[in-house]
């Protein structure tokens, strides 16, 4: 049953050093609306869901201090600032959530270290830059959401190549919906035709 939750994180929540899962979503709740730091303590924790729960300000290099994390959702936040490097420690990590917020900067490279994520889902921020070329280590990937950025070409071939394989099922940019709006297959195959062009 959903509860209606308001106020703030309490700081004693740093003392349940066992806890191994967080999740509040659709709450109205605010810490000088800042993510707040007792979170960063939680060093079993393997689920922190955050999901429209109105926190603002950046998201603090802390957060590699989760390693065991498998699934982090801070969709539906007013986030801002660049996305940590500090997230390619969190080497358990399976599913990575941080859609319709208002990072900036570029993907940093270090996720291509986070070798069991299977899902990135970043869409909806203003992101700029290139795909990084070190997301190809990430074999497990089936799904990138990268949408509603402000991205720009290429894609890195192997990605290209395991979309078109269907290794990769889901593969969304923007810049790719020149081509078919839902997905970036169709222009991975146009730029793999590029390319043997110009062989």
Not at 15 to 36: K, R, Y
Not at 60 to 66: A, F, I, R, T, W
Not at 178 to 195: E, G, P, V
């Amino acid at each position: 049953r959903a509860l209606e939750i308001t106020g703030s994180i309490p700081t004693e929540l740093a003392l349940l050093s066992n806890l191994e899962q967080l999740v509040v979503s659709f709450a109205s709740i605010a810490q000088s609306g800042s993510l707040p730091s007792a979170l960063w303590s939680l060093t079993n924790l393997e689920v922190l869901g955050l999901l429209s729960v109105g926190f603002n300000g950046i998201l603090p290099s802390d957060v590699g201090n989760l390693t065991k994390l498998r699934v982090l959702e801070m969709g539906e936040n007013d986030l801002t600032g660049p996305l940590p490097t500090e997230l390619g420690l969190l080497n358990n990590m399976e599913s990575l959530s941080l859609s319709l917020n208002f990072f900036t900067g570029t993907i940093p490279s270090e996720l291509g270290l986070v070798s069991p994520l299977d899902d990135l889902s970043i869409q909806f921020n203003r992101l700029t830059g290139t795909i990084p070329t070190h997301l190809i280590r990430l074999t497990n990937l089936r799904s990138i959401r990268l949408d509603k950025n402000w991205l720009t070409p290429p894609i890195p071939p192997e990605l290209c190549s395991r979309r078109i394989a269907g290794v990769i099922e889901i593969l969304t940019i923007d810049f790719c919906h020149r081509y078919s709006y839902a997905d970036c297959i169709s222009f991975c195959i146009q730029q793999q035709q590029n390319q043997t062009k110009h062989l």
